[in-house]
């Protein structure tokens, strides 16, 4: 089936779909390149953050940003004792963060709202 075989109306309605995901995909990407390069510039306000709620997305990370757990925790991890994964009910002192990240992002497993918090 063709562009010009779909029916009037059809092919437009397509084109704005098309078109909208790929704003969706595109403003994402600007998003997450964004927040590796925040979190670069925030490194104060970390030194002084008592909980920090962040997402953590390994597709973005691997194919998006183009950073690893090593990369992404080396900017966060100086500043956080305890990690808290809501979605697999589980909570890591520091020496733990990089093998339990590590570990969702071989595995390709996501979570809204990871927190890093300061004291124990």
Known sequence: MTR???P??????????VGTV???LFLHYLIFRFLSRALQG?????SKAKLL????LPHHLKNVSGVTVAQFLSLIEPHF???TIPT???TVETKDFHSCLSEMY??????EAILFQKHV
């Open 81 to 83: 004792r305890r990690l």
């Open 106 to 111: 071989d595995h390709d497993q996501r979570d």
């Open 53 to 56: 709620a962040i997402e953590f």
């Open 88 to 90: 697999k009910n589980k």
């Open 42 to 46: 925030m490194q104060r306000i970390l």
């Open 4 to 6: 010009d075989s779909l």
């Open 8 to 17: 009037q109306g059809y092919a437009a309605v397509a084109a704005v779909v």
């Open 22 to 24: 790929l704003s969706m």
